[in-house]
């Protein structure tokens, strides 16, 4: 099946700071990425869905200018946390799909913690 | 909105068969996908269903029906590594219909006991 990778895998950080989180299709090209966010024991919710070379859209409740989404490229969607705080630790998740099929394909995930 | 409803915990015998059901409440159905996911990981793909029917796939099977709202996950021949969290997510498309919007359930953990 199709690879996606993240970076980093896992990231500490104190409060205040950024924190940027890159997603990657390695051998497909992606044309809507998905952020997910997952804390212990629940399941994934998704942040927002971004299309390559658009603005992404968020879901309600999430925090456009706290979690910037870019989508540059076929390949490439950036996650940053601004201004993270403790309670923005969790399990960061990607997903990418191709064009003309809606399967996705997920990142191994991004383990954030704020300190 | 989308309402999906799958139960939180299963325990099943290793070498046993075990049956995971998802309902869900939706407009804009496209597809019902299955994933697995392992503690700390994230999820991976198990199968697709667009239309009604069984579609197998070694020891796992998956089962759809659009008029019911219903589908399930079929697991043969449990093995131990297969506890693991299982998440029924459905796929419809979005209002300005320019992708397909993924909802997931909030997943079934399964227990695999020897």
């Known amino acids: 099946g199709a690879v996606v990778s993240q970076h980093p895998s896992w990231v500490i950080c104190k409060s205040g700071t950024s924190v940027k989180i890159e997603c990657r299709s390695l051998d497909f090209q992606a044309t809507t990425m998905f952020w997910y966010r997952q804390f212990p024991k629940q399941s994934l919710m998704l942040m927002a869905t971004s299309n390559e070379g658009s603005k992404a859209t968020y879901e309600q409740g999430v925090e456009k200018d706290k979690f910037l989404i870019n989508h540059a490229s076929l390949t490439l969607s950036t996650l940053t946390v601004t201004s993270a705080h403790p309670e923005d630790s969790s399990f960061y998740i990607c997903s990418a799909t191709g064009t003309s099929e809606d399967t996705q394909y997920f990142g191994p995930g991004t383990r954030l913690t704020v300190l | 909105g989308q309402n999906i409803d799958q139960p939180t915990e299963m325990t099943a015998t290793e070498g046993a068969i075990v049956q995971i059901n998802c309902t869900y409440q939706t407009s804009g159905f496209n597809g019902l996908f299955w994933y697995q996911q392992h503690a700390g990981e994230a999820p991976t793909f198990l199968s697709y269903n667009v239309l009604d029917g069984l579609e197998e796939k070694g020891r796992f099977s998956s089962f759809l029906s659009r008029s019911k709202g219903y589908s399930y996950l079929l697991l043969k021949e449990l093995q131990m590594k297969d506890s693991a969290s299982y998440l029924c997510?459905?796929?419809?498309?979005?209002?300005?219909?320019?992708?397909?919007?993924?909802?997931f359930g909030r997943g079934t953990s399964l227990i695999v006991h020897p």
């Open positions: 997510a459905v796929s419809v498309l979005s209002l300005s219909g320019g992708s397909y919007i993924p909802t």
